[in-house]
């Protein structure tokens, strides 16, 4: 019989994430990437599935992110790659009271 723990995990301030930037947190020894985008949050898993680039560090632009080794595009919402095959986990983000949590998907 399995489990399901539905766990909301708290990964820091509203104001460590500057708008159009990404932060690279731990959820459940998982890195999760969480951005601030003009209408509200995303969170993708930090690891980009090409050589493992990390994806908090790359642009945002147009709701997606571009990984900053080799320049794949990746959808924040859906979590597929623009114009290939790859795609990453999209997780859940909420802002309470001034804290963002994450919740893994
Ligand atoms: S590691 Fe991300 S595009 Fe290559």
Do not use: K, N, Y
């Not at 990437?33 to 632009?61: E, Y």
């Not at 320049?71 to 790859?86: A, C, I, P």
């Not at 986990?89 to 804290?99: K, L, T, Y």
Request: charged content about 25%; some cysteine; aromatic content about 4%.
């Amino acid at each position: 019989m399995s489990v399901t723990i539905d766990t909301w995990v708290r990964v820091g301030a509203v104001g460590d994430v500057p708008l159009l930037e990404g932060r690279s947190v731990t959820v459940d020894a998982r890195r999760v990437a969480v951005f601030r985008l003009p209408d509200g949050w995303a969170a993708i898993d930090a690891v980009c599935p090409h050589r493992g680039g990390p994806l908090g560090d790359g642009l945002v632009a147009e709701r997606c992110v571009t990984c900053p080794l080799h320049g794949r595009r990746f959808d924040l919402v859906t979590g597929e790659q623009d114009g290939g095959d790859d795609v990453v986990a999209v997780h859940d983000v909420e802002e309470r009271d001034g804290e963002l949590w994450v919740h893994l998907t």
